[in-house]
């Protein structure tokens, strides 16, 4: 007993030696380092081990950190409730590579094609997917948002332009969708569907147009 | 087949699994891919349930809104300088209240790196290292409390299996850390902290609970564990493995350091928190409220028959806790894994060393879903499940072990149907925890059975594949 007092009463003294000077000053910190300094007293039998310990805490007590979490990317910065406001007459471009779909299809069966967009004031979108309207538009709500479900018309090849044309002012959801180095902000994506498949596409917006 | 042979098989098989697990699912990242758009129900969430995604200058990644409380207390826990209080520690709903899983020890592996690790390799390690001494700790205890030569590797490797934490390698919630604590803390109280002087069994257990009262409110739930654990251990389990040598004034002592040991890390906590300015009570809960008040109302309403429809039980209006409420925390663990959970809870029929895990895990059960009674959630957290089904697994492997060791000398084919069954069992429970990764994410998170219900998902960027 008077062993393991000794130990925890010099962890403690250790700790507070840092804190004095102003090398340490992060209560939480030490706390949770004297939490573990008086576990492994009460654990270690060997000296040797406890010695260890009490380094490792008291040297990882001592550094300080530079190296910063890394640069933080706010998809919705300013905008609210990651919504973005575009214009009436803000036509808008996406155009879709549908790689490996026909050996999806194969393997997921007769596969439905839906543009997918999420935003708000949807319904005053024209869409047309290389030049031809969807065979059906349905708006759910979702989440405090609308989610438009365009049925695409079959037949649309390798490669899918999607242009969207507000009649009057729309909002689109960012999202913070990325792939390597490549951000998808902009809600609006290509959905292949069977019973047991989803294929999803995704593309860079193009200029407006 | 001899003892010695089984033992090795089962030797291999606990290193291949911890192997495969780590292996297969290290590098998947599950905490935001549930809420992304591609699953049924969740279209709303393009790019996941977030808002922001980290430039590491090779590649962005994206991470789970309600990771920003944890990072915030990574961020403040990096530093030597006193955070600014309030404004240092992020106050959600997490608040501070996984201040050491998520917060202090992913810095104090960062500080020992030098810096050198990026955050999500400094998480890895953390969630990685949870999973090591749960693993640890049920071969710890496989060897004290079974009589067998194979529980103690038929229980780790069920353990190293759990979706709890090979989910969560790349987690920066941590959700689930106050199950390793209990887990741990049950067998160091139990085992270690027992045969030591007062203070050095105090002083441990003070350690313990001022660690996991920032991990998810552990502190409370070690505490409960260790009075049902004393309680079966005296009674209906005092015959037991794990309980030999163990006489009553040594569980008295060992009862008076436990609460000795919490209120000194309470008082201690507590005191840290007033200086750093970091309040006890969170904005989104009243746990006073919602575990005493209103639940003692009911309760004598209940008593007197008088009318409980508009009070709350456990947060929940009326009988709805019972009605509803309680079947969902059910079929929530018994979904987890179905032959654990029946496997478990026959072990406390069939097997007399599994009784003090297996009473334990259902004393803890209500307990530990204590975060979705708080705020009232219909859904039940997969990780609410886990202090239970740690210790359901143990019970669950002890069992085994017992089938494993059914004596040569038994009635014919006894024993070679005894080991059949443990090999069938053992089977299904890993294989049930290894496939189906999706219902187990759903488990996870609420059951609510969005994301299992599409087999395949296939998610092109360009010429970038991703299946799900």
């Given at each position: 007993?008077?062993?393991?007092?000794?130990?925890?009463?010099?962890?403690?003294a250790a700790?507070?030696?840092?804190?004095?000077?102003?090398v340490?000053?992060n209560l939480?910190?030490?706390?949770f380092?004297l939490s573990c300094a008086g576990?492994i007293?009460?654990?270690?039998?060997?000296?040797r081990?406890?010695l260890a310990?009490?380094?490792?805490?008291?040297?990882a007590?001592t550094?300080?950190?530079s190296?910063?979490?890394p640069?933080?990317?706010q998809?919705?910065l300013?905008?609210?409730n990651?919504?973005?406001?575009?214009?009436?007459?803000a036509r808008?471009?996406f155009?879709?590579?549908?790689?490996e779909?026909?050996?999806?299809?194969?393997?997921c069966?007769?596969l439905?094609p839906y543009?997918m967009?999420?935003?708000r004031?949807?319904?005053?979108l024209d869409?047309?997917?290389?030049?031809?309207p969807p065979v059906k538009?349905?708006?759910?709500?979702?989440?405090?948002r609308l989610?438009?479900?365009?049925l695409l018309?079959e037949g649309?090849?390798?490669?899918?332009?999607?242009?969207?044309?507000?009649?009057?002012?729309?909002?689109?959801?960012?999202?913070?969708?990325?792939?390597?180095?490549?951000?998808?902000?902009?809600g609006?994506y290509l959905?292949f569907q069977?019973?047991?498949?989803?294929?999803?596409?995704h593309a860079?917006?193009?200029?407006?147009? | 087949?001899?003892d010695a042979?089984?033992r090795?098989?089962?030797?291999?098989?606990?290193?291949?699994?911890v192997g495969?697990?780590l292996?297969?699912?290290g590098?998947k990242?599950?905490?935001l891919?549930t809420?992304?758009h591609y699953?049924?129900g969740?279209?709303?969430?393009y790019g996941?349930?977030?808002n922001?995604?980290?430039?590491?200058?090779d590649?962005?990644v994206t991470?789970?809104r309600?990771g920003?409380?944890?990072?915030?207390?990574?961020?403040?826990?990096?530093?030597n300088?006193?955070p600014?209080g309030?404004?240092?520690f992020?106050?959600g709903?997490?608040?501070?209240?996984?201040?050491?899983?998520?917060?202090?020890l992913?810095?104090?592996?960062q500080r020992l790196s030098?810096?050198?690790?990026n955050?999500?390799?400094?998480?890895f390690?953390a969630n990685?290292l949870?999973?090591?001494?749960?693993i640890?700790t049920?071969?710890l205890?496989g060897?004290?409390?079974?009589?067998?030569?194979?529980?103690?590797?038929?229980?780790?490797?069920?353990v190293?299996?759990?979706?709890?934490?090979?989910?969560?390698f790349n987690?920066?919630?941590?959700q689930?850390?106050?199950c390793v604590f209990?887990?741990a803390g049950?067998y160091?109280?139990h085992?270690?902290?027992?045969r030591l002087?007062?203070?050095?069994?105090?002083?441990?257990?003070?350690?313990l609970?001022?660690?996991?009262a920032f991990?998810g409110?552990?502190?409370v739930?070690?505490?409960?564990?260790?009075?049902a654990?004393l309680f079966?251990?005296?009674?209906?389990a005092?015959?037991s493995?794990v309980m030999?040598?163990?006489d009553g004034?040594?569980?008295m002592?060992?009862?008076g350091a436990?609460l000795?040991?919490?209120?000194i890390?309470?008082?201690?906590?507590?005191l840290?928190?007033?200086?750093?300015d970091?309040?006890?009570q969170?904005d989104?809960?009243d746990?006073?409220?919602?575990?005493l008040?209103?639940?003692l109302?009911?309760a004598?309403a209940?008593?007197?028959?008088a009318?409980?429809?508009?009070?709350?039980?456990?947060?929940?209006?009326g009988d709805r806790?019972f009605?509803?409420i309680?079947?969902?925390f059910?079929?929530?663990?018994?979904?987890?894994n179905?032959?654990?959970?029946?496997?478990g809870?026959?072990?406390?029929?069939f097997c007399r060393?599994?009784?003090?895990?297996?009473?334990t895990?259902?004393?803890?059960f209500v307990?530990?879903?204590?975060?979705e009674?708080?705020?009232s959630?219909v859904?039940a957290?997969?990780y609410?499940?886990?202090?239970?089904?740690?210790?359901?697994?143990?019970?669950?492997?002890?069992?085994?072990?017992?089938l494993?060791s059914?004596?040569?000398?038994?009635?014919v084919?006894?024993?070679?149907?005894a080991?059949v069954a443990a090999?069938?069992?053992f089977a299904?429970s890993t294989?049930?925890?290894?496939?189906?990764?999706?219902h187990h994410?759903d488990?996870?998170f609420?059951?609510?059975?969005?994301?299992?219900k599409?087999e395949?998902?296939h998610?092109?960027h360009?010429?970038?594949y991703?299946?799900y």
């Amino acid at each position: 007993m008077k062993r393991n007092i000794a130990w925890f009463a010099a962890s403690a003294a250790a700790l507070a030696l840092l804190y004095a000077p102003g090398v340490n000053r992060n209560l939480f910190y030490l706390m949770f380092s004297l939490s573990c300094a008086g576990l492994i007293v009460v654990l270690a039998q060997r000296a040797r081990i406890r010695l260890a310990a009490l380094a490792l805490l008291l040297v990882a007590a001592t550094v300080s950190v530079s190296a910063p979490l890394p640069r933080r990317v706010q998809v919705d910065l300013t905008y609210e409730n990651s919504l973005k406001e575009y214009p009436a007459q803000a036509r808008m471009i996406f155009r879709f590579e549908l790689t490996e779909l026909e050996k999806r299809s194969a393997e997921c069966g007769g596969l439905q094609p839906y543009a997918m967009i999420v935003g708000r004031n949807l319904q005053t979108l024209d869409i047309t997917a290389n030049g031809k309207p969807p065979v059906k538009v349905d708006i759910v709500p979702v989440n405090e948002r609308l989610l438009m479900m365009a049925l695409l018309p079959e037949g649309l090849g390798s490669t899918v332009t999607l242009r969207l044309d507000p009649r009057e002012p729309f909002m689109l959801h960012q999202g913070p969708e990325v792939m390597g180095l490549d951000a998808y902000p902009d809600g609006v994506y290509l959905r292949f569907q069977s019973p047991k498949c989803h294929v999803v596409y995704h593309a860079k917006r193009t200029r407006d147009d | 087949m001899t003892d010695a042979t089984i033992r090795r098989i089962l030797q291999v098989v606990l290193v291949l699994l911890v192997g495969w697990n780590l292996y297969a699912f290290g590098g998947k990242e599950h905490e935001l891919f549930t809420t992304k758009h591609y699953f049924s129900g969740w279209e709303a969430y393009y790019g996941g349930y977030a808002n922001e995604y980290f430039d590491y200058g090779d590649r962005y990644v994206t991470f789970n809104r309600e990771g920003v409380f944890n990072l915030s207390n990574f961020e403040s826990l990096q530093n030597n300088a006193p955070p600014k209080g309030r404004g240092g520690f992020m106050l959600g709903y997490d608040g501070a209240g996984r201040m050491f899983s998520s917060g202090f020890l992913p810095a104090l592996i960062q500080r020992l790196s030098f810096g050198t690790l990026n955050v999500h390799a400094t998480y890895f390690v953390a969630n990685s290292l949870f999973w090591i001494i749960a693993i640890g700790t049920a071969w710890l205890f496989g060897r004290r409390a079974f009589r067998d030569p194979f529980t103690r590797f038929l229980a780790p490797a069920l353990v190293a299996c759990y979706p709890v934490f090979t989910l969560m390698f790349n987690s920066f919630k941590v959700q689930y850390a106050h199950c390793v604590f209990i887990l741990a803390g049950l067998y160091l109280a139990h085992v270690v902290l027992r045969r030591l002087d007062l203070f050095s069994m105090t002083l441990g257990l003070a350690c313990l609970f001022a660690m996991s009262a920032f991990a998810g409110g552990g502190h409370v739930l070690l505490l409960a564990a260790l009075l049902a654990w004393l309680f079966a251990g005296h009674t209906f389990a005092r015959n037991s493995t794990v309980m030999s040598g163990v006489d009553g004034r040594s569980s008295m002592r060992l009862l008076g350091a436990a609460l000795a040991g919490f209120a000194i890390a309470l008082a201690v906590t507590t005191l840290v928190r007033y200086i750093q300015d970091v309040p006890n009570q969170s904005d989104y809960y009243d746990m006073r409220k919602v575990f005493l008040t209103d639940t003692l109302a009911y309760a004598k309403a209940w008593l007197t028959g008088a009318d409980r429809s508009e009070l709350t039980f456990l947060g929940f209006k009326g009988d709805r806790f019972f009605a509803e409420i309680l079947g969902m925390f059910t079929r929530s663990i018994f979904w987890s894994n179905p032959v654990v959970f029946c496997g478990g809870l026959l072990a406390f029929v069939f097997c007399r060393d599994a009784r003090p895990f297996v009473f334990t895990a259902v004393a803890l059960f209500v307990p530990s879903h204590a975060p979705e009674i708080l705020v009232s959630w219909v859904g039940a957290y997969g990780y609410g499940n886990a202090p239970s089904v740690l210790l359901l697994l143990i019970g669950f492997a002890g069992m085994l072990g017992a089938l494993l060791s059914v004596p040569r000398d038994s009635l014919v084919l006894m024993r070679p149907a005894a080991m059949v069954a443990a090999v069938a069992l053992f089977a299904a429970s890993t294989g049930y925890y290894l496939t189906g990764r999706k219902h187990h994410a759903d488990n996870y998170f609420f059951s609510w059975k969005n994301i299992d219900k599409i087999e395949n998902i296939h998610v092109y960027h360009g010429n970038r594949y991703t299946t799900y």
